[in-house]
């Protein structure tokens, strides 16, 4: 009989799709041949510490189609589960990547939005991730039904929506949750964070060392004191108190477990 107080996984970095970089030609294929409205989201370690925190944030998470690895911490997490990493897929490199290879040089099969962030870096963001091809933007700072009620009215049956959201963790994943919903037709669904701030060089990358080093998030700190401070300095030692408290409750459960098949 199956052991009903096995070891489980954390239900988070269970959920993640992880790739290695040749994966990822085949994943954007697999995107394709969906035939309903898709939510992209990445996990990383800020929104892994908010998950724990708030169980809506969870539930949103592990609704959305694909969850994709971003970031160190992640690695680590998986790690921690017995799962192969693999490649680190954050957003600011693969969006570019996924929305160039889906739209190409089609003119008319695909619609572009962009709903996130503020002026002048929304619409400046927007035109430089999408290529200067013709796009619908709006910020970040409005409610769920706004953002529906934005796309129905410059949705064109027929054509493929791709929407990419950038209203920072957990917003996005709420407001994509709701479009997915109402949506009757193809589309893809991008819960982009930070990615049109970046595209529009409001923020700067960090160099090529960083990211290959995982330690992008300390290059943004140092550059966002203020803004970033509680989410690395503090997050950081909360996300392995979370890690930690994750596997010793599921460590419990395996204790009990032999605890109990022991008794007379």
Known sequence: MKNPLTKRMDPLIGKLKLLEEADTGPFISELK????????????QHGYNIAQRQPAVLDSFLQVNYLLRDGIGIKMACSFNGRDPKANLNGSDFIPELIEDLVGESKDRYELFAMGTREPWLSEGARNLFGNRHFHAIDGFKEPEDYLAFYQKHHVPGRYPIIVLAMGMPKQERVALHLQKAMDTRALLICGGAILDFSAQRFPRAPIVFRRLGLEWAFRMLIEPR?????????????????????????????????LKREP
Do not use: E, H, Q
């Open 227 to 259: 803004r970033l401070f509680k989410r690395y300095a503090i997050g950081i030692p909360v996300f392995f108190y979370y890690l930690s408290r994750n596997a010793l409750s599921s460590a419990r459960r395996v204790g009990d477990w032999n605890a």
């Open 33 to 44: 041949k969906r035939d309903s409205p898709t939510i992209l989201g990445f996990l990383n």
